[in-house]
T-cell receptor, first 109, second 110 residues
Framework: GQQLNQSPQSMFIQEGEDVSMNCTSS?????WLWYKQDPGEGPVLLIA?????ELTSNGRLTAQFGITRKDSFLNISASIPSDVGIYFC?????????FGTGTSLTVIP | NAGVTQTPKFQVLKTGQSMTLQCAQD?????MSWYRQDPGMGLRLIHY???????DQGEVPNGYNVSRSTTEDFPLRLLSAAPSQTSVYFC?????????FGQGTRLTVV
């Protein structure tokens, strides 16, 4: 299957700091997505990106669809304790999602 | 709105036992799928269905069966549980580019 490499694997940050994570693929995707998973819950969509070069914001979150269509990044500004969770990137091809390995975020108050 | 409902939330099985993980959705989405989530490996697709009566294999289908007799339900069957199937299982539907996940079933095989 297609492999998505997500980094970093985990992050420990102080409340108020900005966070950046990225995702790279060996294959091209036409849609990139970012999901957040809270403990004990299923992933929930944060941002969807549909065009190469697209930069999209959702509140304190900003994501970009890489020009090569093989990468994407997610930034979180001014982190707060409720940002804690696992963040997954995903590429969509046809009906199938391919997920990254996840970035575990811990925010220290 | 219930969305995607999975039962049970937790299950412990002995090696060799069989069981069915239930998934029901009330959003009338044609596409449904099952993933397993293991530490450091993200979510991997087990089986999926693009509509009632149609199923297909994903990346890791061995040891699992599915059926789709209605739009609403997409059960996942473990035929003979093995310790390697210890995982968290998620059912998801899809509409456009968005996947909608259930809360997951944490399965332990001893």
């Amino acid at each position: 299957g297609q492999q998505l490499n997500q980094s970093p694997q985990s992050m420990f940050i102080q409340e108020g700091e900005d966070v950046s994570m990225n995702c790279t693929s060996s294959s091209i995707f036409n849609t990139w997505l970012w999901y957040k998973q809270d403990p004990g819950e299923g992933p929930v969509l944060l941002i969807a990106l549909y065009k190469a070069g697209e930069l999209t914001s959702n509140g304190r979150l900003t994501a970009q669809f890489g020009i090569t269509r093989k990468d994407s990044f997610l930034n979180i500004s001014a982190s707060i304790p409720s940002d804690v969770g696992i963040y997954f990137c995903a590429g969509l091809t046809g009906n199938q999602f391919y997920f990254g390995t996840g970035t575990s975020l811990t925010v220290i108050p | 709105n219930a969305g995607v409902t999975q039962t049970p939330k937790f299950q412990v099985l002995k090696t060799g036992q069989s069981m069915t993980l239930q998934c029901a959705q009330d959003m009338n989405h044609e596409y449904m799928s099952w993933y397993r989530q293991d530490p450091g490996m993200g979510l991997r697709l087990i089986h999926y269905s693009v509509g009632a009566g149609i199923t297909d294999q994903g990346e890791v289908p061995n040891g699992y069966n599915v059926s789709r007799s209605t739009t609403e339900d997409f059960p996942l069957r473990l035929l003979s549980a093995a310790p390697s199937q210890t995982s968290v299982y998620f059912c998801a539907t899809k509409k456009g580019a968005e996947a909608f996940f259930g809360q997951g079933t944490r399965l332990t095989v001893v």
